[in-house]
């Protein structure tokens, strides 16, 4: 499984923004920070603002700010927002030319790791990630050995 790169700026971008809370952040600043593209920065801010996640001031002197606050901010809910689908094989989506379709357990068994991996993901948020933030303490998955 990969992430988009959308959601890879777009994860780097909220970090950003929410370990300057004080100030507004600019797509430049955050572009020359991180070494990617502005343009690309433009489209994911966009996106990011249509979702709730960011507030934008334009104009001379504007710039981006978190909307709501880092600690209501869940990972899961960005990836989940972001990522156009989790079609982690060809059988995930629809019109799946697969022979095996319907006599296969693999479908099953990555829709579950899927499923961990998102639930996993929600147990984080924004806060977690900036500089201040302590991860909290999870219980670990037991890992299944092959036989």
Request: aromatic share 4%; hydrophobic share 40%; with cysteine.
């Amino acid at each position: 499984m990969r992430l988009t790169v959308q959601s890879d700026y777009a994860l780097r971008l909220l970090m950003h923004v929410g370990a300057h809370a004080d100030r507004l952040c600019t797509i430049a600043e955050i572009a020359q920070a991180h070494g990617i593209s502005a343009a690309h920065l433009m489209k994911v801010t966009h996106r990011l603002g249509q979702l709730g996640y960011l507030e934008t001031v334009r104009g001379k002197g504007g710039g981006m700010r978190l909307a709501r606050p880092p600690e209501r901010i869940g990972l899961g809910d960005v990836l989940r927002d972001l990522e156009p689908d989790f079609h982690l094989v060809e059988c995930h989506g629809t019109g799946s030319t697969c022979v095996l379709t319907g006599h296969c357990r693999l479908t099953g068994i990555l829709d579950a790791a899927l499923q961990r991996f998102l639930h996993h993901l929600d147990h984080y948020t924004l806060a977690d990630l900036l500089p201040a933030g302590e991860l909290p303490l999870l219980p670990s998955f037991p890992i299944k050995a092959a036989s």
